[in-house]
């Protein structure tokens, strides 16, 4: 055992373009004794493309639990270990968190290497404000889920980001105009830094019926992006969540209906509740 512990990196790499990998993480991959990558072999060529000779083993969703406590404890014993994910920043949407909590549980120095995020990249370049913004990574693949999901983002104020797969995205931009409105801005992130690269700012209707029509806009990675709720869209969520409150406040207490409005129509709960304080008391619970 070496006279000191090693550390985690938690290493960004390139989402497509490998020439955005930055120096600084080259050289953390090539110094490292052991490298957890999500996939071994995507990342073999850009791990052999900075002469990286590092060992590597798989960490993905299935395996994670288990392999956190080999690879603290080669951290104890004075290696270095580097954290990867296929693309991008690791656990924004990938695996990693369960390491990152068991080595900072151990004691052990964990530090980031910044680079490359879709979900900033794309949000750097739509157009839609920035200052404030939610990231829901990706939607429940059922339609009944996303559906519900969505509805709880319809009164959300800040511009909310999305990751979606190839084989779904015509279907949840669909639901996106259903929930949100076809009128609500919306931008398509498709294949960011690639070769077939596309950025398109509509509405979430001309949106959708676009990708709906066009197969090549349904292939490659994709982050949506949809501007927050104002003016008309809020004041049409918060009235349906009133609605739907005033139904069940007669079978609930006000707290109880106040919750599960807001789970249904997306209307902020606090705002239900203090409105109905205002309108009527509210009876001791």
């Not at 006279?3 to 990998?21: E, M």
């Not at 060992?55 to 014993?77: I, K």
């Not at 109880?256 to 606090?270: D, E, F, S, V, Y």
Request: one cysteine or more; glycine letters at 8%.
């Amino acid at each position: 055992m070496s006279g000191s512990p090693g550390q985690l990196w938690v290493v960004a790499t390139p989402i497509g373009n490998l020439d955005d990998l930055t120096l600084r993480a080259a050289e953390v991959l090539r110094r490292v004794t052991v490298i957890a990558a999500e996939d071994t072999r995507h990342s073999a060529p850009l791990l052999a493309r900075v002469g990286s000779a590092a060992a590597t083993v798989a960490l993905h969703e299935y395996n994670e639990r288990e392999q956190c406590e080999r690879l603290v404890e080669r951290m104890r014993q004075g290696e270095d270990v580097a954290l990867i994910s296929d693309a991008g920043t690791p656990l924004v949407s990938d695996p990693g968190f369960r390491l990152v909590r068991a080595a900072r549980a151990a004691g052990l120095v964990v530090s980031p290497v910044p680079g490359a995020c879709a979900a900033i990249a794309a949000l750097s370049v739509a157009g839609l404000p920035s200052d404030r913004f939610v990231f829901e990574g990706f939607l429940p693949a059922k339609p009944a889920g996303r559906r519900e999901r969505l509805q709880l983002l319809a009164a959300e104020t800040r511009t909310l980001i999305f990751y979606e797969s190839s084989h779904r995205i015509a279907e949840s931009l669909a639901d996106m105009a259903a929930v949100f409105g076809p009128a609500r801005e919306g931008v398509l992130a498709r294949e960011l830094t690639k070769r077939f690269e596309t950025i398109l700012a509509e509405p979430l209707g001309a949106l959708a019926e676009r990708v709906a029509t066009d197969a090549d806009q349904r292939r490659g990675e994709f982050v949506v992006l949809v501007g927050g709720a104002h003016g008309e869209d809020a004041d049409r969520v918060l009235a349906e969540g009133r609605r739907v409150f005033a139904t069940l406040t007669s079978e609930l207490p006000p707290a109880r209906a106040a919750k599960l409005a807001a789970a249904i129509t997306g209307a902020p709960r606090k705002a239900l509740y203090d409105h109905a304080k205002n309108v009527q008391p509210v009876p001791h619970e």
